[in-house]
């Protein structure tokens, strides 16, 4: 059975950086993708970014390319979204997520993926 749990979210400011992480239980495919999506209040889930799980490409939604920087620890199953620069547009519950297989042209579509966390909370004060 796979599980996800993220942590880290929390209250922040504007300009200041948080890392949010993804434990990762029960994964025992070697290709697909680890990815992280947010919603925010009255939004549809967006795409935030994602990493493949064999090899180190890497991929972002253009609001946060620059800022956010995801990476994953195999040895930890684990997977972090780096996040600098937090805007209060940013401000969002955050998910992870993992897809068995990948394709860059379904990369951002959350129906693509197979598994979620219950998503943490960001808040980002101006």
């Known amino acids: 059975q796979v599980q996800l749990v993220e942590s880290g979210g929390g209250l922040v400011q504007a300009g200041d950086s948080r890392r949010l992480s993804c434990a990762a239980s029960?994964?025992?495919?070697?290709?697909?993708?680890m990815g992280w999506f947010r919603q925010a209040p009255g939004k549809e889930r967006e795409f935030v970014a994602v990493?493949?799980?064999?090899?180190?490409?890497?991929y972002y939604a253009e609001s946060v390319e620059g800022r956010f920087t995801i990476s994953r620890d195999n040895a930890k199953n684990t997977v972090y979204l780096q996040m600098n620069s937090l805007k209060p547009e940013d401000t969002a519950v955050y998910y992870c997520?993992?897809?068995?297989?990948?394709?860059?042209?379904?990369?951002?579509?959350?129906?693509?993926?197979?598994?979620w966390g219950q998503g943490t909370q960001v808040t980002v004060s101006s």
């Open positions: 997520a993992a897809r068995v297989t990948f394709a860059v042209a379904t990369m951002t579509e959350s129906a693509r993926y197979n598994y």
């Open positions: 029960g994964l025992t495919f070697g290709t697909g993708a």
């Open positions: 990493i493949r799980r064999s090899i180190d490409h890497t």
